[in-house]
């Protein structure tokens, strides 16, 4: 084994200021897009305008799905910066550049000064990390407030008996937990409480648990967790139930989300996020729970269960997204930064040369399916996006083939340092070039058009559908019109806040001075066989808008 290079310091600022230049400079090319990015975005500008801060709304519905801290986040941002797409990402962002920061300093601390970097390097160049932490979602910020928890738990652990920077370290743990609460619900105590209990288990060592500083933690904890739930449920008596019992045990133990995958749904995703570090990750990761460590905390086994035990949870579940693994990445990257510290150097350079021929290979399926005019998959957009989307591979392999270079002469910190930031211009890249697909999934462009002629007072209408986007950039609320989807629990509570039938919006309609809607090509032909009196006033592939002519 030979131990790399360390870079200097001049080094490492240069390499970090390039990264966040990289990272925040293109938080706002894109448009939000659909359904996420609008949801988000729209809960935390009427939480901004209304002032109201203890209960979440939807297109003026009350919207208890989530916990707030990321709507509070938003919508201060909205208030400092503005109401647009960078201050709407900023929160994903921010989190996810900290996560970045958070395990260079975490990896050195358990590791080394060598390891902290290359972990930092290989988890802010993932890239699921990068996508989403360009994303207005709520699960970066989840994952990063998890990573605080883990790595003030491993730091407590680690810390000498008894002291203050043990207490300290495990405060911050109690702490972060509370915050991923907020984030996301009952998960941020839960997956951390899982993995301890597991380890102590596998272990057969149960002193971790005099680590924990209980008595201050659990205060720490529901001082900060407990005011927005209490608040919550005297302000609205239905809460609990449905968040509680809808939310987590239905959402996990069935499939009422629609959201049903097979068990082994999450291990090509998690090969698809760990890119271009996936063979390393999961070199490293094998070789974890035999590394030697010769303190009374394997911080190495805590990291792998940690990885494993959320992967397991989440396959075990009745409701899938990609995005829930998220939170095992900053864990496999300290793995990584740590194994990396002792890899040969012909094993990574094999590792970079498997990935520069995947990438090869994925730059002739873009020419085959989206740049040739004969492909069933080719349409104008996407042959758009698959030159983005080769440029990306192109800086991704030019980064492999450098990094293989450097390495061979021995310089294995600076190749791989090399190979993370051409990693992140080709995930920015692809990323940006999306914006080709806008107009089927953002509603800005057509909210563009029928914005001059809008004036306050008169009604705008969405029959039969909802266009997550459309309320944040038309700047209002819509009135719903035959449509219930995500909004039947609120509209339990407000049926005023919407129309039923497509009778009933015909009277409304009929009765209105000036009214707008929009439907979808489908909705369309339905209200002409209503012999509605429309206008259209501004389309698109997917939506129609109409006013009264």
Known sequence: MSAPESLSWRACTLLLALAALAWFSTLDYRKLIKPDEGRYAEIAREMAHSGDWVTPRLNGIKYFEKPPLQYWATAVAFRLFGENEWSARLWSGATGFAGVLLAAWAGTRLFGRSAGILSGVMLGSSLWWVLMGHLNTLDMGFAFFLQLALSGFLLAQTAPRASSMQRNAMLVAWGAAALAVLSKGLAGLVLPGLVLVAYCLVQRDWSSLKRLHPAGGIALFALIAAPWFIAMQRANPEFARFFFIHEHFERFLTTAHSREQPGWFYLPVLAAALLPWTGIALHAAARAWRSADHRAFNARRFLLLWTLLILIFFSASG??????????????????????????????????????????????????????????????????????????????????????????????????????????????????????????????????????LLRPGVPFYSVGTYEQTLPFYLDRTVTLVDYLDEFSFG???????????????????????????????????????????????????????????
């Open 319 to 452: 409701s899938k997204l990609p995005s829930y693994i998220l939170p095992v990445l900053p864990a496999l990257a300290l793995l990584t930064g740590d194994w990396l510290v002792g890899a040969r150097q012909t094993t990574l350079v094999w590792h970079c040369a498997a990935m520069a021929a995947l990438a090869l290979l994925a730059a002739a399926l873009f020419s085959a399916f989206g740049m040739n005019p004969g492909s069933v998959w080719h349409d104008e957009a996407h042959g758009d996006y698959a030159r983005w989307l080769a440029v990306a591979v192109a800086v991704l392999v030019a980064g492999l083939l450098a990094a293989i270079g450097v390495i061979r002469r021995h310089r294995a910190i600076a190749g791989l340092a090399g190979l993370g930031l051409a990693a992140l211009v080709a995930w920015a890249t692809a990323l940006q070039g999306h914006e080709t697909l806008g107009r089927s999934t953002s509603a800005y462009y057509i909210a563009e058009q029928v914005k001059p």
């Open 491 to 549: 509209l339990e509570q407000e049926p005023q806040r919407a129309i039923p039938t497509i009778m009933e919006f015909k009277a409304r309609w009929i009765s209105d001075p000036q009214a707008f809607a929009m439907v979808s090509p489908d909705g369309f032909k339905l209200l002409n066989r209503h012999e509605f009196a429309l206008r259209v006033v501004a389309r698109d592939a997917d939506r129609i808008i109409v006013s009264k002519p």
